[in-house]
């Protein structure tokens, strides 16, 4: 039956659909994001009806069967800590990155890992030839038969192959590259992005495979298309990083099968990513003894208590309006921060630049850190150095108050692991806390009573 085709508009940002063109969207409230693309209409799928040889009845949760999945590992610690505990079978993983940061290098590892241990690959690449895949190869090591390269783009030809190679775990490079011919708009549009991810969601809840879908992302940060496209996948993982830098972060945005606060650390070198399993003692590497505005702070993600250190310089401005920079964590946070010293501490620091640096490049969020940044903007506004041996976690309030924070107890036993001699803290977390042998624990109510124990 021949098809029709019209156009209709869609938001690049959420995937809303409208008939016409719209400066804002209704669902997603971003500005000119909409854009035009054909969308064909089947006559026969839009008259006739679907019919089924049986049609699925509901259950009750009690008739339901309770299983624990089993999961499968990939080889890498850090890995399997994102996934939250291993890959479970039949599910849709959707892995996101700037270029050149790792995400082939990463899943072609674990390829090799899975492949010794006798599963069945299908590696699909619609970016790199086959030539390109085996000199990357090259540089990890030896690889098993079960792996297997395919390049192709053409979800059909794609779905086939499944079929027929009926692989246990299957990789697609990059789901921008894939097209579905009855999507008459090109690869990489919301359209297609759309379909395609549609169809991998068939074919891996249908055969019970696990797919692999590398996403790219925009210059925002997120993976390119519409929202829609996280919406559908059981995971979504984020390599995050800056790729001239060694490190790399693996981190989750969402899981179904586990926690979202988990991170993984890696290294990027020569044969790939290594792993790094104590990443506090990776990120205070090179911490310069003496100097004024760095202090090491600890943050958590999720169970992991990670050490960095939080640097601070503040000079006086040459402009009318002084520069606030921040480098791995919250400009907004900073600047609210700075505001918190200046009014409550006496720090005038509105005729002077400032600039706030997470050592490393990592970037963090959790407002543990906000005590680690206000020392550092004291340390360095007053050119006072702080005690290498000490470590300051805690949230800042806008009475300049420091809060208590969670998992107290995680961070002290981390600091002293590392050899750290003294812990500034909230002073309802030292309460709280029983005596930790070989830490002073220097309990802080204010930002105040805060400079004045490091000065």
């Known amino acids: 039956m021949a098809a029709k085709t019209k156009s209709v508009f869609f938001c690049q940002n959420c995937g809303y659909e409208s008939s016409k063109w719209m400066g804002q969207c209704p669902g997603c409230r971003e500005w000119n994001t909409f854009a035009e693309e054909p969308k064909v209409i089947s006559k026969k799928a839009a008259s006739g009806t679907i019919r089924r040889d049986s049609t699925p009845r509901p259950r009750t949760l009690s008739q339901i069967e309770m299983g624990e999945a089993p999961r499968v590992t990939t080889g890498m610690g850090e890995f399997d800590r994102v996934l939250g505990g291993g890959i479970v079978q039949g599910s849709l993983v959707l892995v996101g990155g700037d270029p050149g940061i790792g995400k082939s290098t990463l899943l072609l590892q674990m390829c090799r890992n899975l492949a010794a241990n006798g599963k069945k690959l299908l590696y699909v690449s619609g970016e790199e030839s086959p030539q390109q895949i085996r000199m990357r190869a090259q540089r990890m090591g030896d690889f098993s038969e079960n792996l297997k390269i395919l390049c192709e783009t053409n979800l059909a030809d794609i779905r086939e192959t499944i079929s027929q190679e009926l692989p246990d775990i299957v ?160 400009l907004n946070r900073v600047n609210l921060l700075m505001a918190v010293l200046e009014k409550r501490a006496g720090l005038r620091l509105s005729s002077s630049d400032a600039y706030v640096n997470i050592a490393g490049g990592i970037r963090m969020s959790e407002p543990a850190l906000d005590l680690g940044i206000v020392l550092a903007v004291a340390s360095s506004f007053r050119d006072q150095p702080i005690d290498e041996k000490t470590i300051a976690f805690g949230e800042v309030g806008l009475s300049g108050e420091v809060r208590s924070v969670s998992m107290a107890e995680q ?45």
Do not use: W
């Not at 036993?413 to 909230?426: C, N, Q």
């Open 411 to 455: 961070r002290v036993r981390e600091a002293k692991r590392l050899g750290f001699t003294s812990v500034i803290l909230p002073e309802s977390c030292r309460k709280q806390l029983v005596r930790v042998e070989g830490i002073e624990l220097i309990g802080v109510r204010s930002v105040r009573d805060a400079i004045m124990k490091i000065g």
């Open 171 to 330: 990789i697609i490079d990059s789901i921008q590259t894939m097209y579905h011919e009855e999507v008459s708009s090109a690869p990489g549009s919301v359209s297609q992005v759309r379909e395609s991810t549609g169809i991998l969601l068939q074919i891996a809840k249908g055969m019970n495979i696990t797919i692999f879908v590398v996403g790219h992302v925009t210059k925002e940060g997120v993976v390119a298309g519409p929202r829609v496209l996280e919406h559908m996948v059981d995971t979504v993982l984020y390599c995050e990083g800056d790729r001239y830098a060694a490190y790399r972060v693996l981190r989750s945005a969402k899981n179904r099968f586990g926690s979202t606060n988990e991170i993984g650390v890696f290294e990027m070198r020569q044969e790939g990513l290594v792993e790094v399993p104590n990443p506090s003692e990776y990120m205070l590497e090179g911490k310069p003894e003496g100097a004024s505005g760095s202090i090491v702070a600890c943050t958590m993600e999720g169970t992991r208590p990670v050490l960095l250190e939080v640097q601070a310089l503040v000079c006086k401005t040459n402009l009318a309006f002084p520069r606030r920079t921040a480098a791995g964590t919250d």
